[in-house]
C-alpha cells in the first residue's frame, strides 16, 4: 500500500511467538470464490469452495471472518461427506470461526470445506465494501469493490488470512449484465445465471486461476465503469473510473504504467506474470492505493491526472504512487513477506523502486535530491521518539498490524535499502535483488532471505551489518570533536528529540557508514561501528560527514564547523543533499537540545543567497517546526519569527515571481509556488494583494486566473486575510467542482480562517456526510495552522468522541491518524495533561502508538521550549524582528 499479545491458545487462534496464527491442521490450496452483491440491500451473497491438504487427523477446522453470517459448512473428503451440519463456534477477538465434527479427516488426505454466507457491502473502506458516487445527472451510483490489507479478506470470504498461507484462487461474480466485473486475473467464461437475490437474470463472470497468492491481495470489483486500454505493453494495461470522473484523465498513469512494467521486467530479470494489469480509480478509499495483484486500486486523486488543474506537485505524487505499486507486483506479490513483522520488505522496497524507477524516468525531477528531505526526514522524525518501533517490528494480532504502514515501515525501511545501495553499489545491489526475487517466487521469506541473497552477489557479511539497523528501534547522532588539523574524534549515542536519553537506551552500537567528504571527494570505505573513534582528515579546513545523506544518522558539529559548512555551501563544495541535509540535522539537533537553537536561526539566515528548491524546501521546513512549538508562546516573538521567515523568503520570491509558463521546468514550477505561498503566508503585502487580486477573477469566473500550482496558496490566503464571504466561496468551490484535487485542495485550506464562527462551520464538515470518511482529515489541515484551531480540534474530538470511534473504528488506521492530528499541535504541560486526562478512562487498542506517539511529540516541544525559550525570543530582538 501506498501510506496506515496473545498470550495463551484460544479457541481457534494459536500463539505462536506470541502471534495469533490459526492451527496448522490443514493447509489450504485452491479457493473457488462467487459473490453476488445487492446494491439495494447493502449485502452480498457468498460461497466459497476450500481446497485443503490435511496436515494432522483433524476433528476441526478453524479459520478467519468477520461480519459473515453463515448458512451452511459442509466437508468433505474423498468424495465422502464428513459432516453437513458441523458444530460453528466463533471467537470475536481472534476473528475465527471453528468448525467442529464428529468424523475424522485423515492426515495426508485431501479434504473440501464448502461454506454459504452472506456479508454487509459496509461503507468502513474495509474488505468486501460500498463506493459511492455522482453520476453526471447528479444521482447517485454504487460500486462494489474491495480492500483486503492487512486482515480483511476475511470479512469478504471465510479464509486462511495470514500472508504465509499462499492459495491459488478462481473468482466468479455474479452481477446485472451491463456493470463491469474486475478481478485478479483475466475472464475465463461468462454465463447466464439465476440471480438468488433478484430472481430475475444476471452474468455470472468467471475469472481465470490465479497464480499462488496471499489472501490481503485478492481484489474484486462490481459496477458500471469507463475504460481506456494501451498496448504498449506485453501484456493489456487499463485505467478504470466510474461515471462522473473524466476517463481521459487516465492517460498519464496508463502510459506510465506500460512503460514502469516493461522497465521492472528488465531490472527485475522476471516477467510480469499475469496475462493483464488493471488500474482503478476508487471514490472512497482509506489508503492512497493497493497494489493487489493485476488489479491495483487507487484514491481518484492518485491516478486520475488531468494536467490543466493540477500542478507539479501531484504530477509527481500520481507518478510516485503508480510506479510505488507497480514494484509491488513483483516485491510483495511474487515474494511475499511470511508474517506482518517484514511489512518493511514489501514498503521499504516499493517506496524506494518508486524513487529508483522515478529518477529514471523522469531525470529532471531530479527526485533522489528531494528523497533526503521527503523519506529521509520523515523516517528520522517518527524515529526520533520513544514510541517508534523497529523496521522488523513483532505484531501479533490484527489490531497491531494497522499502526506499522508508517514512516518507519516505509520511509525507514526505504532509507536502509538506499544506504544499502549505496554500500554495495547500485549494480550489485540489484543483482542481489535479482537473486532474491528468482529464488522466493510464489513463496515467502523473512529479512534474512534478502540479506543472504545481497551477501551471496555482493561477498560481504550484509546480515551483520544490515540486522542491527532492521531489529532495533532508533538511529544515532554522531558528534564531531577537532582534536587537530588532521584528526576529528567522533562518538555515537541514540538520537532522542526529546532530548533524554537513558544510559539504559543508548546500548545499541551501528555500523555507521561515515561517507566522509573532503576536497579529494568522498571516503565510502569508513565505518564507525564502535561508540567512538578517531579518524584522519586530508586536512581540517573542509570536511563534511555522512555526503549526500544515504546514512541514517545525524551529525552534531561544532557551532564554528557549522559556520565553515555555510561558507563552503556558497563556495559550492556541497552537493544540494548534502546542503538540504545539515539544515535537517542542524534543526533537529536544536529540537533535541544538542544545539541552540539561536544558532540555527542564524544558520538558516546565512542561507539567503541559496538557489536551489530542495534546499530552500528544508530551511522553510526547519522555520515552520520552530514556529509550530513557538505557537502557543508570547505574540511578540511570534510575529518575530513570521517576520524572519518573511524577510528569508520574500526577496526570493519576488525574485522568481508568480508566473508560470510552458518553459518552467517541473522543479521550477516548485520553486516558484512553495515562495510565494510562504512569503504570502507570513504578511508579504505585495502577495498578498497579488492573491486576492487572482481570487476575486477566479471566483467571478476567470479559470485561468490562479495557475494550478499556487491555488492552495491563495484560497488560504483569502481565508487568513479575509472573512466569511471568502469562506462561502471556497466552501462553494468545493460543493461545485468535479475534480477531486481541485476539491481537497479546498478542503485543506478552510481551515485557515481564525473566524471562530467559521472554525466551528470548517469541524461541522467533519461528520456532515458532506465530506467522505476518507477525506475528514482534510479539512483539519489549516487549524492546525493557529493556536484557535489547534484548541478548537482537541474540543471536537473530546465533545463527538463516541462518534469518532463509531465513524472510524479502531481495528481500522483512520482513527489513529485523527487522534494524532486533534493532539500533536500541542506545545505546552497544562495541555498534554488534558489530553492524558481524556485518554485515561479509555481503550486505546487500535490507535495505541498514535497516541504514544503524538504525546512524544508533544513532550519534546516542551523540553524544547524550557531550553531555548529566552534563547529564541533574544535572537528575534538582536536580529531586528522583535517589536
Known amino acids: 500500500m501506498c501510506r496506515t499479545q496473545a498470550t495463551a491458545e484460544v479457541a481457534g487462534g494459536v500463539n505462536i511467538q506470541a502471534r495469533e496464527l490459526l492451527p496448522a491442521n490443514v493447509i489450504p490450496r485452491h479457493y473457488h470464490v462467487t459473490l453476488e452483491p445487492d446494491f439495494t440491500k447493502l449485502t452480498f451473497e457468498g460461497a466459497v469452495v476450500i481446497d485443503l491438504d490435511v496436515v494432522d487427523d483433524s476433528k476441526s477446522i478453524s479459520l478467519h471472518t468477520i461480519e459473515l453470517d453463515i448458512h451452511n459448512v459442509k466437508i468433505t473428503s474423498g468424495g465422502q461427506t464428513i459432516s453437513s451440519s458441523p458444530t460453528v463456534t466463533y471467537n470475536e477477538a481472534t476473528q475465527v470461526s471453528k468448525f467442529d465434527f464428529d468424523n475424522t479427516v485423515s492426515k495426508g488426505s485431501n479434504a473440501q ?16 465494501y460500498r463506493s459511492t458516487y455522482k453520476n453526471p445527472d447528479g444521482t447517485e451510483g454504487i460500486l462494489a469493490v474491495t480492500q483486503m490489507e492487512p486482515t480483511d479478506a476475511r470479512r ?10 499462499k492459495a491459488e484462487f ?13 478481478s485478479n486475473m483475466d475472464v475465463g467464461s461468462e454465463t447466464e445465471v439465476q440471480s438468488t437475490i433478484s430472481g430475475g437474470t444476471r452474468k455470472a463472470v468467471t475469472f481465470n486461476k490465479s497464480p499462488l497468492m496471499s489472501t490481503y491481495l485478492v481484489a474484486f470489483i462490481v459496477g458500471e465503469l469507463n475504460m481506456i486500454e494501451t498496448n504498449d505493453f506485453r501484456v493489456p494495461v487499463r485505467v478504470y473510473a466510474p461515471p462522473g470522473q473524466n476517463i481521459e484523465h487516465g492517460h498519464f498513469s496508463l502510459n506510465l504504467a506500460a512503460k514502469t512494467l516493461e522497465f521492472y521486467e528488465k531490472v527485475f530479470g522476471i516477467e510480469f506474470p499475469l496475462p493483464k494489469m488493471d488500474q482503478i480509480a476508487i471514490p472512497d478509499f482509506a489508503q492512497g492505493a493497493m497494489e493487489n495483484w493485476g488489479l491495483v486500486t487507487y484514491r481518484v486523486v492518485d491516478l486520475l491526472l488531468d494536467e490543466k488543474v493540477s500542478g507539479a506537485a501531484t504530477k509527481e505524487r500520481v507518478a510516485e504512487v503508480v510506479q510505488h505499486e507497480l514494484a509491488h507486483q513483483w516485491f510483495g506479490n511474487l515474494v511475499t513477506m511470511d508474517w506482518w513483522d517484514g511489512l518493511w ?26 528523497y533526503v528531505t521527503d523519506n529521509l526526514q520523515r523516517a528520522l522524525a517518527l524515529d526520533s521518539l520513544r514510541s517508534s518501533h523497529p523496521i522488523e517490528v513483532p505484531v501479533k494480532k490484527a489490531d497491531e498490524i494497522n499502526q506499522i504502514f508508517d514512516a518507519i515501515s516505509y520511509s525507514k525501511g526505504s532509507c536502509v535499502l538506499r544506504m544499502i545501495s549505496t554500500y554495495l553499489g547500485e549494480d550489485v545491489f540489484l543483482e542481489g535483488v535479482r537473486r532474491y526475487l528468482k529464488k522466493h517466487a510464489y513463496r515467502n521469506t523473512q529479512t534474512g532471505d534478502l540479506w543472504a541473497s545481497l551477501a551471496e552477489a555482493s561477498g560481504k557479511e550484509v546480515e551483520e551489518v544490515m540486522q542491527v539497523w532492521t531489529k532495533n528501534i532508533g538511529f544515532p547522532v554522531v558528534t564531531v570533536e577537532e582534536k587537530d588539523d588532521k584528526t576529528i574524534h567522533l562518538k555515537q549515542n541514540r538520537f ?38 578517531d579518524f584522519a582528515v586530508p586536512n581540517n579546513d573542509f570536511f563534511k560527514l555522512n555526503a549526500n545523506h544515504t546514512g541514517l544518522y545525524r551529525t552534531s558539529y561544532s557551532p564554528e564547523r557549522l559556520g565553515k559548512l555555510g561558507v563552503a555551501a556558497k563556495q559550492g563544495l556541497l552537493s544540494v543533499e548534502d546542503r538540504a541535509g545539515i539544515i535537517a540535522d542542524a534543526g533537529a539537533l536544536a529540537t533535541s537540545g544538542y544545539q541552540k537553537t539561536s544558532g540555527v536561526l542564524s544558520l538558516l539566515k546565512g542561507f539567503n543567497s541559496e538557489t536551489e528548491f530542495v534546499v530552500w524546501n528544508e530551511l522553510i521546513s526547519r522555520v515552520a517546526s520552530v514556529q509550530g512549538a513557538w505557537i502557543f508562546e508570547d505574540k511578540s516573538v511570534r510575529d518575530g519569527l513570521e517576520a524572519f521567515q518573511r524577510d528569508l523568503v520574500s526577496h526570493k520570491a519576488h525574485e522568481l515571481g508568480w508566473e508560470f509558463s510552458e518553459n518552467d521546468g517541473h522543479i521550477e514550477q516548485q520553486f516558484k509556488a512553495m515562495l510565494f505561498g510562504n512569503a504570502g503566508i507570513c504578511g508579504d503585502q505585495a502577495i498578498i494583494t497579488a492573491a486576492k487580486e487572482m481570487f476575486a477573477k477566479y471566483m467571478a469566473g476567470d479559470k485561468s486566473a490562479i495557475h494550478p500550482n499556487i491555488r492552495g496558496s491563495v484560497f488560504s490566503m483569502a481565508l487568513k486575510h479575509g472573512g466569511k464571504e471568502e469562506y462561502d466561496a471556497i466552501l462553494n468551490f468545493y460543493r461545485t467542482s468535479t475534480n477531486s484535487d481541485e476539491r481537497n485542495t479546498a478542503l485543506r485550506c478552510l481551515g485557515r480562517s481564525k473566524n471562530p464562527e467559521l472554525i466551528q462551520r470548517t469541524l461541522g464538515l467533519l461528520f456532515s456526510g458532506e465530506v467522505k470518511d476518507q477525506d475528514i482529515y482534510m479539512p483539519t489541515a489549516g487549524l492546525r495552522s493557529h493556536p484557535e484551531g489547534i484548541e478548537a480540534l482537541f474540543d471536537f474530538m473530546v465533545n463527538n468522541w463516541d462518534e469518532l470511534v463509531k465513524k472510524l473504528p479502531p481495528a481500522l488506521s483512520m482513527l489513529g491518524t485523527m487522534v494524532t492530528i486533534f493532539t500533536s499541535s500541542f506545545t505546552k504541560k497544562e495541555q498534554l495533561e488534558k489530553v492524558q486526562k481524556f485518554f485515561a478512562d479509555k481503550s486505546t487498542n487500535g490507535f495505541d502508538q498514535s497516541l504514544a506517539q503524538s504525546l512524544d511529540a508533544i513532550r519534546s516541544k516542551i523540553s524544547w521550549l524550557e531550553r531555548d525559550r529566552a534563547d529564541v525570543a533574544a535572537w528575534v530582538k538582536e536580529n531586528g524582528y522583535g517589536a
Not at 357 to 362: A, R
Request: net charge negative; glycine share 6%; proline share 5%.
Open 345 to 370: 520488505l514489501n514498503e521499504g522496497f516499493a517506496t524506494w523502486a518508486s524513487w529508483y524507477s522515478c529518477n529514471v524516468f523522469y531525470p529532471e525531477w531530479k527526485v533522489w535530491e528531494s
Open 496 to 533: 532522542l528529540r526529546t532530548g533524554d536519553t537513558k544510559p539504559e537506551e543508548d546500548q545499541v552500537l551501528y555500523p555507521v557508514f561515515l561517507g566522509l567528504r573532503t576536497k579529494d571527494g568522498v571516503d565510502k570505505t569508513l565505518t564507525l561501528s564502535n561508540r567512538e573513534g
Open 156 to 165: 469478504a470470504f471465510p479464509c486462511f488470512d495470514e500472508p504465509s498461507l
Open 113 to 128: 470445506l464448502e461454506i454459504k454466507f452472506t456479508g454487509v457491502l459496509n461503507d468502513k473502506m474495509a474488505g468486501f
Open 170 to 182: 478462481t473468482v466468479t461474480l455474479i452481477a446485472d449484465k451491463n456493470l463491469t466485473c474486475l
